[in-house]
């Protein structure tokens, strides 16, 4: 079993940065994946970035490429999202998600999940 906690959401104007974490406790594997999802009100969720130590197992979604960086410290078992040039479309309830393998952007494929941080993007 994982357990998820984030931290670091709050409000934001446009622009303007955030960074989440999670910190990740439980039988977690290096190569494990990590990811981010976020979900706006009305909306499905959908995956926002994902790392895992396997080789070459990174993913942004489109929308967020070039803002945002995903980063690991797997002494800490904690992933950190770095937001940058934040928009107001970028508000929604982030959430940190855990997965035995490789990254995928699909929110079926992982198994345990955190409670979410609200991310509020307004001037």
């Known amino acids: 079993q994982v357990q998820l906690v984030e931290s670091g959401g709050g409000l934001v104007q446009p622009g303007g940065s955030l960074r989440l974490s999670c910190a990740a406790s439980g039988f977690i594997l290096n190569y494990d994946a990590l990811g981010w999802f976020r979900q706006a009100p009305g909306k499905e969720r959908e995956g926002v970035s994902c790392?895992?130590?396997?080789?070459?197992?990174?993913y942004y979604a489109d929308s967020v490429k070039g803002r945002f960086t995903i980063s690991r410290d797997n002494v800490k078992n904690t992933v950190y999202l770095q937001m940058n040039s934040l928009k107001p479309e970028d508000t929604a309830v982030y959430y940190c998600?855990?997965?035995?393998?490789?990254?995928?952007?699909?929110?079926?494929?992982?198994?345990?999940w955190g409670q979410g941080t609200q991310v509020t993007v307004s001037s």
């Open positions: 998600a855990h997965r035995r393998g490789w990254c995928t952007e699909r929110a079926p494929d992982f198994g345990s």
């Open positions: 790392i895992s130590s396997s080789v070459g197992s990174i």
